[in-house]
């Protein structure tokens, strides 16, 4: 009856093949990881460090829900991971985030302030991000590849008669808000995608000759001459550059502005080569093969680093987006060969990102047990990172149960006028690009210890845990633990706590306690870093 | 922690403002005696040294005030427009008519007619007058603000260093924020000046505890919190902890001081406050006067017009709106240097008054004036300024600086200096480049300086 038709054939082969590729990818991914560490341990050996511990399974667990997914796991899965027996657990539970809503969710958010930084800080550009995220989302959904991705955004159609109020209506997904964000100006183009893409900061070289760097003027006009075809209409001095652009294919040149010789400049790369014209290849299309081919020496290079600087919260070369010879890797070998492994497997960001987890790098624990580990640039224990305004929020709503899990996975509202996540966006917003030194502002404080999350006679997890039957104190405060701070309470935590709540002679008293702890969880910097 | 760091005065700082008696029931005597000892030493030292700290109060006028019609008026030039100098109290020296009561003020006032900027975009003005700088490449340049209220603070204040009243921030946020120098020196901002706000909003956010915790509770609270911090700390010493502890020590110091007090502007005598004038920039003046009795080194007033976020953009109608723009400005300037006088701080208070730019001399088609950076006025006043003067000439026209230009560079570095820091003195920015409070290339107006 059952008769296999050649085209279930071909569908079984392919399954084969895939389960096959899986496999090889599993070895590939640990092998990228081995070389990870044994970079890392090499410059060790010559500093004398003396590593950290490897982590414990809880401390992994929170660290790669809120890496990969920008929350805190719920007090059930943390339950679930530390008791599972599976050797293999923490490969599983990557590949399990990698796979959710989650992932996709955080990553949206950090791709858009990496590629559209100006919708963090422009009030008047944040109508550019929905759209620009949805663009993202269904990429990252389908795990495009990243030099795919910058190929597509940097080629967009520009042919909207009005590019601020695409945002607005949603219409569609389109990464054309990074054209927008940047006034359409080949100046601002140049810069933007220099730095964003390749680590290069050539702007400097707008102006005048860079003392230090090998950037010149010459060449930063003749790089934004790709952009040159753009042509900005501005409504008027005073209102956001309305973008009625018209583009001219086949203008390659620029006239450097205030150029006291009045210098007109062709469309030529960083390098100093000159682009082949080939027939109806736009020069945005010339520009952007060559920033995502495999031997452009900074493309997979910038990127790794970005991904490094995302988990370890420092990049291989700092600050994240300077690549300059000037500037040099902490662990340059490193860098190079995990830039030529990236390339190697099509600028798989998910490759990336479950080499650089799976390492045993990533998975020490952030406690210190040596001096040697305070040098940041050594790696030699997990740094304490500070975390997005969507992070501390989500995870606030995650631990005190103001949400439901589903909508937790989801991103927050990022763009409704009033949302009740406004104040964290304004209080939390990333100042730094360095996640290891974020600093604690007074109204950020003052936000979590009287603001509306913190108000513990109206928290459902404290409802859940004082209307659970039967809890002893003990286990109470073990799951108040576990729903902030992700772990179990150590053996005299938990007797110090519960003897000030076994203290208590009424239920209304002992209830005030419990909330006190939860409080204190939810203010502590335990609970508001990573680690 | 590196002994270096910026935090170390504040470690265990959220036990200062309990009493002594509490701090030993809260913690069991820990480490009271560093607490203890912590505060009188401060105010031992503020005895010694009787010299009041300085302060500066910024009043800044979002969209560009047009300079040609306040404190630089062409009577005798068809642009000079519709109104009429008067004289004021300063001999020679004349402003616009629809500044009577400021007038009276000249003697404490240098009036700069000769600025002369490049920045004639809303946006990359703003962030030039505001930080020295244009927004350029990597280097997040602090505001002006976050600048001096590093220098100036002192130990004791409860209150934060930096203290922003109805900013609108929108247009160059930057410019508003704290850059390298992080969210430690961020401003605290209060009110906000979009369109409907009032001045009901002067108010500190989240600065009570939640309703029905009364303060033996918050202390647990604390005293709980300061058990998670110093485990955390133990296991994972480094800057980010440091910081948290700070932020909440801070927090905490100013959710019980005195000091923040000075946000009840309803202890004022209904007077004084209808004197300043009832809306949010007179009232901002009024709470800026009572932050820096309070020690808080820098405050800034935005005014942003009375209607719209951009109220000095006279692009349209410059004349009836600029007449109703300065009946608000008038009264709670005027007001402010005359209160900081009888108070005995004017002495210690640099008031400075600008905008991002001037407007065109020429009046357009829609009786308006455009965006102008190439010659017009800001004001100084007050402590470490020689008053009674305006310094530098415009072209009778009013089209260019015909005497002693001043540029943005020149202007903020004799700010520096009139709260008597050094401009060239230097912080590490992010990029790791040192950057001067001031730019190398400014030189301090020594003319206006007392």
């Not at chain 2, 503020?46 to 109060?57: D, E, L, N, Y």
């Not at chain 2, 009577?75 to 008519?97: L, M, S, W, Y």
């Not at chain 2, 502890?245 to 801070?250: G, K, P, Q, T, V």
């Given at each position: ?5 050649p085209?279930?054939r071909?569908a079984?082969?392919l ?34 460090v ?5 982590s ?5 667990f929170?660290?790669i829900?809120?890496h ?7 007090v059930?899965?943390?339950r ?13 539970a ?13 990553f949206t ?16 550009l ?9 663009w ?29 109020t ?26 933007g995608s ?8 050539i ?23 790709f952009?040159?075809?753009?042509v ?14 018209v ?8 006239a ?11 469309a030529?790369f ?12 736009s ?15 900074y ?14 919260g420092?990049?291989?070369?700092d ?9 040099i890797?902490?662990h ?6 995990l830039g030529r ?11 990336l ?5 799976n390492s045993r ?7 210190r ?10 790696f ?10 969507e ?14 899990p ?12 009033q949302?009740?996540?406004q ?20 109204l ?7 603001g509306?999350?913190?108000d ?11 209307a ?11 799951t ?34 419990l ?8 203010n502590?910097?335990e609970?508001?870093?990573n680690? | ?5 910026p ?15 509490r701090?030993?029931?809260?913690t069991g ?12 030493q401060?105010?031992?030292c ?12 910024l009043?800044?006028m ?6 040609i019609?306040?404190f630089?008026l ?26 009577p ?11 700069i ?7 004639g ?9 505001r930080?020295?700088y ?18 100036l603070?002192?130990?004791d ?18 410019a508003?924020?704290?850059?390298f ?6 401003p605290l ?9 009032s001045?009901?909003?002067l ?10 915790t ?27 902890v440091?910081s948290h ?6 927090a905490?110091r ?17 007077e ?14 009024l709470l ?5 009795e309070?020690g808080?080194p ?7 017009g009375?209607?719209g ?21 008038d ?24 905008g ?5 001399p ?8 455009d965006h ?15 008053g ?6 415009t ?10 230009p ?8 004799t700010?520096v ?5 050094d ?19 400014a ?8």
């Open positions: 009856m059952r008769r296999i038709t085209c279930c071909i079984l082969t399954l084969v093949i895939a389960a096959g590729l899986r496999t090889a990818r599993a070895d590939e991914v640990q092998a990228t990881a081995n070389l990870i560490d044994r970079h890392i341990e090499a410059r060790w050996k010559i500093d004398g003396v590593p950290a511990e490897l414990d399974d809880a401390e992994f929170r660290r829900n809120l990969i997914g920008g929350v805190i796991p719920t059930w899965e943390v679930s991971f530390v008791a599972d027996p599976t050797p293999d657990k923490r490969r599983q990557v590949e399990h985030l990698l796979s959710g809503p989650r992932y996709i969710a955080h958010s950090t791709w858009r302030k990496v590629m559209l930084p100006e919708t963090e800080t422009d009030p008047n944040r109508a550019l991000a929905p759209e620009f995220e949805g993202l989302r269904q990429r990252l959904i389908d795990n495009t590849s990243y030099d795919r991705m910058v190929r597509e955004l940097l080629t967009a159609p520009l042919s909207r008669s009005n590019a601020m695409m945002g607005n209506t949603g219409r569609e997904a389109t990464p054309a808000g990074f054209f927008a964000a940047k006034e359409m100006k080949p100046e601002n183009l140049a810069a220099a730095r964003t893409f390749l680590g290069v900061r702007d400097c070289a707008q102006c005048h000759d860079h003392p230090f760097d090998a950037w010149k003027r010459r060449q930063f006009w003749g790089y934004a001459a952009f040159a075809g753009i900005p209409a501005r409504a008027g001095s005073d209102d956001i550059p309305v973008q009625q652009s583009e001219v294919f086949d203008r390659r040149e620029l450097i502005p205030d150029d006291i010789n009045q210098r007109v400049v062709q030529t960083l390098n100093g080569d000159q682009p082949e014209w080939k027939p109806r290849t020069s945005r299309q010339t520009l952007a093969d060559w920033i995502t081919a495999r031997d452009n020496p493309f997979a290079r910038a990127t790794v680093n970005r991904l490094w600087a995302h988990f370890f420092l990049g291989l070369v600050p994240v987006d300077d690549l300059s010879p000037a500037n890797p902490s340059p070998e490193l860098l190079d060969e492994e990236f390339a190697r497997h099509d600028f798989d960001l998910q490759f990102i479950r080499a650089i987890v790098t990533y998975q020490l624990t952030s406690r047990t040596h001096d040697s580990q305070d040098e940041p640039s050594r030699a224990r997990m740094a304490v990172q500070g975390l997005t305004a992070s501390v929020y989500r995870s606030l709503q995650r631990a005190t149960g103001a949400a439901p589903d909508v937790a996975d989801r991103s927050v509202v990022l763009f409704a006028p949302g009740e996540d104040q964290f966006r304004e209080l939390f917003a990333n100042v730094t690009d360095r996640p290891i030194d974020r600093q604690t502002s007074i950020q404080a003052l936000l979590i210890m009287n509306p999350q913190t513990v006679r109206q928290l459902r997890i404290l409802e859940a845990i004082l659970f039957p039967d809890l002893t104190a003990a286990e109470q405060i073990e108040l633990f576990l729903s902030t701070v992700s772990r179990l309470p150590a053996a005299a935590e938990s007797a110090r706590l519960v003897q000030a709540v076994e203290a208590q002679a009424s239920p209304d008293e002992r209830r005030k306690v909330g006190d702890i939860l409080w204190a969880l939810l502590s910097s609970f508001l870093f680690h | 922690m590196p002994a270096n760091s935090h170390a005065p504040f470690t265990p700082a959220w036990s200062v403002p309990l009493s002594r008696r701090w030993l029931q809260v005597g820990l480490s009271a005696a560093a607490g203890a000892s912590w505060l009188p401060l105010a031992a503020a005895q010694q040294t009787g010299v009041r700290p300085r302060s500066c109060i009043l800044w979002s969209g560009g005030p047009s300079h019609d306040l630089d062409k009577p005798e030039h068809e642009n000079g427009g519709e109104f009429k100098p008067i004289d004021t109290a300063a001999p020679g020296v004349q402003i616009c008519e629809h500044l009561k400021l007038a009276e003020q000249a003697r404490r006032l240098a009036i007619r000769s600025m002369s900027t490049k920045e975009d809303h946006a990359r003005a703003t962030h030039v007058m930080t020295g244009l927004p350029q490449g990597p280097i997040q340049y602090p505001a002006l603000g976050s600048l001096l209220s590093k220098e603070i002192s130990a204040c409860e209150l934060p260093g930096y203290v922003s009243i109805s900013p609108f921030i929108g247009l160059a946020p930057a508003f924020g704290p850059g120098l992080g969210p430690q020196y961020a901002i209060v009110g906000s000046s979009g369109p409907g706000q001045d009901a909003a108010r500190v956010q989240n600065v009570e505890s939640h309703p029905g009364d303060a033996p509770q918050v202390d647990r609270r604390l005293s709980l919190l300061q058990g998670f911090e110093a485990d955390f700390a133990a296991a994972r010493p480094g800057l980010m440091d502890r700070s932020a909440y020590a801070s905490v100013m959710m019980r001081s005195e000091g923040i007090k000075a946000f009840d502007l309803d202890d004022e005598p209904a004084l406050r209808d004197r300043y004038g009832r809306n949010t920039f007179g009232q901002g003046c800026a006067r009572r932050l820096v309070r808080v820098f405050v800034e007033v935005s005014f942003s009375t209607e976020a951009l109220g000095w953009d006279t692009h349209q109608q410059n004349f009836p709106t600029l007449k109703t723009l300065c009946g608000t400005l009264p709670a300037w005027a007001t402010l240097m005359d209160d900081l006088g009888q108070r005995g701080l004017l002495d210690s208070t640099l008031v400075v008054w600008m991002e730019f001037g407007r065109t020429s009046i357009n088609n829609n009786a308006g004036r102008f950076p190439a010659a017009w006025s800001t004001v100084l006043g007050g402590g470490g300024i020689r009674g003067q305006a310094l530098g000439k072209s009778a026209d009013g089209m260019t600086v015909a005497e002693r001043v540029t943005t560079a020149d202007l903020l570095a700010v200096q009139a709260v008597g820091l401009p060239t003195k230097q912080n590490m920015s992010n990029v790791g480049r040192p950057i001067r409070l001031a730019d190398p290339a030189r301090p107006i020594e003319e206006v300086l007392a």
